[in-house]
DNA sequence: ATGAAAGCGCTAACAA
DNA sequence: TTGTTAGCGCTTTCAT
């Protein structure tokens, strides 16, 4: 009976026992489709990311995971790359491109259109509990896909308003403004740039706008050539320093990423240039990976806390899954800055 | 109907018309958990890893992903990391201790005792298609796990003599081979040294015993300590460095390691010690995660194809779901060396 | 406290 | 070609 195992406490002590002997003798496995099909509950999580690969998403799903297994659901994933036409922006290594990415990577929720190729989760929908999607970008398909939907909703990234939906960002302002009064501590202002990520990275963004920000409050006025965008990867921060190294450009300069692969490639160009780090020119990243560390001149960075906010969305899709009349909440993690060598100490 | 959807062929067009449309008006979707029901199928495979985190699991994951994609199935993933008493050895970055890992992640199959923490996919079982476990290292009870369960299954890693089970590895023979010869090419045997990473994992091992093979090939007798295990970490690597660094023992020397980390720490020792690598020590790791491409100077390492291990994992997989009657495969993919800076050119 | 039965939404087999 | 029905294995309700 199914009495024994759902509500152990109305049943008879004897009887219960009787029956675990025989779950166990027959080796009974309660079957989870005809169960889900009563309860409606899998126990399973949807998670949508841009990418799966790097660091930086394999820091976030870790989180995710853990946290998951430890409330005892499980993790679904679904990458978006290479899902649709041109992948999104994300924080994929691979650079390619920075197609604005109508990519898919979840369904219409019902009575929305639906295609054949609608995207990686789509199928899935029916099998899980609760969506965790991250949209690092402007994604009018994604988004309206994740608020219409009568799935639980959790948001990453993107700045969220509607009642039911929760979502979990970052807060890149404390973390960049400390980074930039840092590097404004041993760098005239005219002598600071932002090499951002994409433009339309919602990030990259808000770390471009503290940036301003902050550059603005010294009284300084603000160079186009000095706020920057182009890709999350190693190579367009390798690109754009070789580029402005030529002629001394940058001596004395500091320099603020988008996120520690751009730093690395600003690092790795220095270096080919014969460029002094920190000596001759100060850089920070941004997310804190794994690089950032391991690297020499180990990279300053603004650590963002990846792990916790994998943790922070399933925990709120969790209570959402629990309780749907929960009202949404907004959940916002702290960054802050960490000093290495690379914008600071001497070697 | 499900005739519209199932066998669109056996239906007049003008009903199937009026159908879809229906469908499309009414916002229907087919409800997962009863089709699961009958059909016993989700198009969903579970992959459980050791660990989820850094570029090793996430890129094998990212190329399992991929191909699933291909194939229109779906991932859950379940990572054995903090699952049971001590996680297990792996490929984790982590370089928490070497113990044992007793650590589930894959619940017994019918018949088999359960218990409530049985680990990871141990509740999701009966969600899914097929399994795709990873054994890294001796570890009985995934591994009967593994072998008995009634669900297709396909070992990552582990040798495996199942008639149902599918397995895919890494041939690491090749690869290393090349490795140890082109380090003897301009360091003598008896000044080559492999550092592994866990004595137990079975990667580590055979690195070793091939190591070994081709340094008694030039008919040199080899020293215990040129032959070392630990932990598959940059924390190891830079200890034993930093140890054997000392009286210049590794001076004019060659090491292979366990993996990039590993061989990473020993370039960070050697650069904390002033010894020129690849001037005074040349060293290559194993794996060719981004990190050896990453670093300066580069790391010569032996190539592993992660991506199309997890692909390949996922494909055999796929296979046998859709035909159980099909014969059990190994699948054994090439690895091969990769010389960067740490072993070769002049910088 | 326990047995019996309805029904979740689908597919497959059987009628028509 | 199409309509009808049994039944997948569970939870839940209703009788007992």
Known sequence: MSRVLNSPQIVSPETAERVRKAIEQLGYRPNLFAQGLMTRKSRVLGIALPDIHGEFYSELLRGADAEARKLRYHLLVGSEARAGAGGGGGQSETGNGGGHGTGGGVGAGPGGPSTAEEGSLAHAFGLVDGLAVMITEPNERL????????????????????????????????????????????????????????????????????????LRGTGAVIRPDQIVYGQYSVEWGYAWAAENLRGGK??????????????????????????????????????????????????STVRVPLAEVGAAAIDALVRRVEDPTRPSTKTRLATNLIVRESSGWAR
């Open 250 to 299: 940058l001596n004395g300069a500091g320099i603020l990423t988008g996120n520690d692969e751009i730093a690395l490639g600003i690092l790795q160009a220095a270096q080919d240039a014969d460029v002094e780090v920190p000596g001759q020119l100060k850089i920070v990243g941004f997310d804190d990976t794994r690089l950032a560390s391991l690297v020499r001149p180990s990279l």
């Open 143 to 214: 988004w309206r896909a994740a608020v219409s939907s009568s799935l639980p909703v959790v948001v990453l990234d993107a700045e969220v308003d509607h009642p039911s939906v929760d979502s979990v960002m970052v807060d890149n302002a404390v973390g960049t403004r400390e980074a930039v009064e840092h590097l404004l501590s041993s760098v005239p202002p005219g002598q600071l740039y932002f090499v951002g990520g994409p433009a339309e990275n919602y990030d990259t963004k808000r770390r471009a706008e503290t940036f301003a920000e902050v």
